[in-house]
């Protein structure tokens, strides 16, 4: 067992875990921070994606204590006081989500992309979003809400 | 009817909490003394189960419970196959669980209970198994020869079953006076599901009485319920299915598994809540597979290119099981074969193949992508042979608009449709002529990357199912479905459906339905479902049925409430029924506009119940079955324009244009999104998507790593549009979507590819054409 101390959206955690224990297991099972889901076993789905400390990554690909000290956004962080971020705005208007099972992971990763590139192309969108996964919507309307979302940052 | 909410953008109300991880799935359920479940897979296609000693397992940390089959096997039948499609067919055991002999790669063997799921997975390692190896059974032809080694032995063959269609004229005769006949033969590679969440069931004991709550990563929770009650032994009444938030099902859960009678029975065994999910490459071994068939078809015609006749064969693999409506899949195809042209001869043979993989069963379109794939493939190069543009050919075969209703050859009424305008509307929309300008110039400049444009006007069949269709064909159950209409005391609204939806929108669409029945605000409505008890009647969701059926029910009972409403208005309003308006949720006096009630008032009337008509039921509210008594038949034309790079074999789609006639629709953006994951699927098989097995009876494609799901990049930008053919057979002229682009979209994309290279000398590539495969056969064609 190793002593861990992170902070998940914005709240503070010390714990004892398994050196081997994933960090999406540790949000879900111990956390009880469900609303990252886990969509399969060899790190391709980026159902998982979640931010370390202003980074995306695939948090089946991380153990726990590889997050000792981090600072973890996930999916049920990005709304404030109820408001939800521009880019769920787009995804909820703009119908880019069906089951919604991918969804997280494509917020997650669609955040990080418009971080670094806040007017990306069509094009740049879909390869910032490869390793994510979807099955529903072929990926035309998520593409396009995110990018919807990129040019809301400009007016508003 | 008063509302216009039908045909309305409106978002969706599922959307809150899926957008912030506020989630429900079967994996995020969690109760106090939960167990883990891990299940041991056979390593081996095929084995005899010498030896299973859980013991060891058993000393592990945290495990609290193991089982091997035979451990189990008391308290567990065989899973069910509802669909016996002739009477003579051959119907092997199926024990959830292995107790002599495995069958597939997969076939599950023990099963391991403890505190969490990381003890779970490794005390598997400590079961020890003894098998002795038996040969594979995996070339379908082979499979059926004499002395071949056999999947179940007790059976005597590996030869579930033969069905025969034969319509019309004689095919032998037909064939001697064509002009022209075509014979292809095509492969339709297995696919996996791969529905984003994962399977998952959990189980909770309720007291000490024997009931259950089973939850499960399910589409079928009634159906579930049943067969649950039949393999297990618990009685019905004691069990409680629940579907929470599903991600996905595209066919692979309308199943009941192995694993969720596994769960019951451990939490039955063991008193405590069990789960168990599934990793992904589990998944890829026990979540049942599609498609997996080789079609021989035959087409007649004259030099005309009118279409005289069309004879299919088709092997089909079972698989090592026959699962909930494994026979059935080729069945629903086996009338889609003539598509939409006429002919006057029809004659189709499907044979079921045991081998020894994954079972096959229902995956998006079930059984109509094949049939669609086979004609408009075939009917490409009969227009090749005919010296005739593929449109052409088409063209002057199709059922003209006003033929409707017109009853086909395989004996389906198709009731309305209209496939000049959806081509022609197909065809500008895509530029069909610049872009065969553009693929001569290139021809002729011998380009190295060759433009091919690809077709496929096809029609499905959706609206499953008319009941007494389904008795001539032996499925065992009905294609009725339920609905209810509850107007609370404060006028709100709660739709009930046994329709159990997984990402399609059910909730906003019946909330459109009914909001627009009653006159009462969108907002006002909430659609129960997905659960036993709170549902208690349904059918459920697969084969695009829910919108035509389910939705239709819905229809019906709001039409009932406002029915009741209307004896109790005229009983406060003093007048007659026959004098009262229904407008925007309001009764009026024709002629006096202030004698008014509203919906809401009079629920609150009728909940308080002093001032009723004589005799009548206190309540406005009403429940409607719906049997359908008929098909519906959505169509639609997909083109589609490949750029082949013959030097790599690599193929980029450089534009998709489809026009699909869905009837009416509820919700436009609903309908778009559903066309566009269609789409992806369809395009995956023709492009990139194939469940690989070695010569050992292996998954070699067995993660996502060597299984190619597209993702974004992988594909283009979708123009979608629209005609629309109201259906005849229900009152929202609707007919349903959710397959339409899977169906439609891998022969256009596969007749694409055929068609740039058709001058090279290549005249058919097999699925998925991999830049590997297309350049193997540019480097064939040129020798
Ligand atoms: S669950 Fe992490 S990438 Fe699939
Ligand atoms: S919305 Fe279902 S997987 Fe993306």
């Not at chain 1, 956004?73 to 991918?102: I, K, N, P, S």
């Not at chain 2, 001539?472 to 009725?480: E, I, K, S, T």
Request: glycine share 10%; net charge negative; aromatic share 6%.
């Amino acid at each position: 067992m190793t002593r861990i101390s992170v902070k998940v959206d914005g709240t503070a955690y010390q714990d004892e875990v398994e050196p081997r224990l994933l960090l999406v297991h540790y949000l879900r099972d111990r956390l009880g921070l469900t609303g990252t889901p886990i969509g399969c076993d060899t790190s391709n789905c980026g159902a998982c994606t979640v931010d370390l400390d202003g980074v995306s990554v695939k948090s089946c690909s991380v153990l726990a204590v590889q997050a000792d000290g981090s600072d973890v956004a996930t999916v049920q962080g990005l709304a404030r006081d109820g408001q939800w971020t521009g880019l769920q705005r787009a995804f909820h208007e703009g119908h880019a989500l069906q089951c919604g099972y991918c969804t997280p992971g494509m917020l997650m990763a669609a955040r990080d992309l418009l971080r670094e590139n806040p007017h990306p192309s069509a094009d740049e969108v879909r390869h910032a979003l490869e390793g994510n996964l979807c099955r529903c919507t072929g990926y035309q309307n998520i593409v396009r809400a995110v990018l919807a979302a990129s040019e809301q940052e400009v007016t508003t | 009817m008063t509302g216009q909410e039908i045909g309305r953008a409106r978002l969706r109300k599922e959307d809150a909490r899926l957008l912030t991880g506020q989630t429900n799935w079967t994996d995020n359920i969690s109760v106090g003394g939960l167990l883990h479940l891990a299940i041991l897979r056979s390593p081996m296609a095929h084995a005899r189960v010498d030896r299973v000693d859980v013991t060891p397992a058993l000393e592990r940390p945290g495990v609290v419970a193991a089982f091997s089959g035979a451990d189990l096997a008391g308290g567990l039948g065989s899973l069910p196959c509802a669909w016996p499609v002739t009477e003579d067919i051959v119907l092997p055991d199926h024990p959830p669980i292995a107790v002599d002999e495995v069958r597939h790669a997969g076939d599950p063997v023990a099963v391991v209970a403890a505190r969490d799921r990381y003890a779970a997975a490794d005390a598997l390692e400590a079961v020890e198994v003894d098998y002795t190896p038996l040969p594979p059974v995996l070339d379908l032809e082979a499979a059926l020869a004499e002395n071949a080694p056999l999947v179940h032995a007790d059976k005597g063959t590996n030869r579930c079953y033969d069905w025969p269609l034969r319509a019309g004229e004689d095919f032998a005769s037909v064939r001697r006076r064509a002009d022209v006949t075509v014979k292809r033969r095509y492969h339709q590679q297995r696919l996996i599901p791969n529905a984003m969440e994962p399977r998952a069931v959990v189980v909770v004991p309720v007291a000490a009485s024997d009931e259950y709550t089973v939850y499960s990563s399910t589409q079928i929770p009634h159906i579930l319920r049943v067969m649950l009650a039949v393999v297990t032994g618990v009685p019905e009444h004691k069990l409680r299915v629940i579907a929470p938030d599903v991600g996905g099902g595209f066919g692979s859960k309308l199943q009941v598994y192995g694993e969720e009678a596994i769960a019951l029975a451990v939490a039955r065994r063991t008193g405590r809540p069990v789960k168990w999910t599934e990793s992904r490459s589990e998944g890829y071994l026990a979540t049942h597979h599609g498609r997996g068939m080789i079609q021989d078809i035959e087409i007649a015609a004259t030099r005309d290119g009118t279409v005289l006749g069309l004879k299919a064969d088709l092997l089909v693999d079972m698989g090592a099981y026959l699962m909930l409506v494994t026979p059935g899949i080729p069945i629903l195809g086996a009338f889609m074969y003539p598509g939409i042209y006429k002919m006057g001869s029809y004659e189709l043979n499907v044979t079921g193949v045991f081998t020894t993989r994954t079972p096959t069963d229902a995956y998006r379109g079930a059984g109509r992508p094949e049939a669609t794939y086979a004609i408009e493939r075939i009917m490409d190069e009969l227009a090749v042979e005919l010296a005739l543009d593929p449109v052409e050919l088409r063209r002057r075969n199709w059922i003209r608009h006003e033929e409707f209703p017109y009853t086909t050859i395989a004996g389906l009424t198709y009731d309305s449709g209209n496939y000049e305008a959806a081509t022609d509307k197909a065809l500008a929309l895509f530029g069909y002529d610049k872009l065969r300008a553009e693929q001569a110039d290139r021809n002729e400049r011998g380009d190295g990357v060759r433009l091919g444009i690809g077709v496929s006007t096809y029609t499905e069949m959706c609206g499953l199912a008319p009941s007494r269709v389904l008795r001539d064909l032996r499925y065992a159950a009905g294609g009725w479905e339920a609905a209810s209409v509850r107007v609370l005391p404060t006028g709100k609204v709660e739709v009930v459906t046994g329709t159990s939806p997984h990402g399609q929108g059910h909730v906003t669409c019946w909330s459109q339905i009914a909001a627009d029945v009653l006159g009462v605000p969108f907002e006002d409505v909430e659609v129960v479902h997905g659960d036993t008890r709170a549902a208690p009647q349904g059918m459920d969701t697969y084969g695009s049925r829910s919108l035509v059926v389910g939705g239709t029910a819905v229809h019906h009972a709001a039409t009932k409430v406002v029915e009741r409403a209307r004896k109790v208005a005229a009983h406060l309003l003093e007048a007659s029924e026959r004098d009262l308006e229904f407008t925007d949720g309001v009764f009026s006096v024709k002629g006096s506009p202030d004698a008014r009630r509203t919906l809401q008032e009079i629920a609150f009337e009728t909940f308080s119940s002093h001032d009723l008509p004589d005799g009548m039921e206190p309540t406005i509210n009403a429940g409607h079955v719906l049997d359908p008594d008929t098909f519906s038949y959505p169509h639609g034309t997909h083109l589609c324009a490949v750029e082949v790079d013959t030097e790599t074999g690599h193929t980029r789609i450089r534009s998709y244009v489809c026009v699909d006639d869905v009837g009416r629709v509820v919700n436009p953006p609903i309908v778009e999104g559903q066309v566009h994951g269609g789409l992806a699927q369809g395009i995956a098989q023709a492009l990139f998507e194939e469940a690989v097995y070695d010569d050992e009876g292996n998954l070699v494609s067995g993660t996502p790593a060597d299984y190619l799901v597209p993702s974004a990049p992988d594909l283009p930008e979708f123009v979608t549009d629209r005609t629309e053919t109201p259906a005849t057979s229900n009152p929202l002229g609707v007919k349903g979507v959710g397959e339409a682009g899977t169906i439609a979209a891998t022969p256009a994309v596969v007749g694409a590819v055929v068609d740039a290279l058709r001058p090279l000398g290549v005249h058919d590539i097999r699925m998925p054409c991999t830049p590997e495969r297309v350049w193997r056969a540019v480097r064939e064609a040129s020798r």
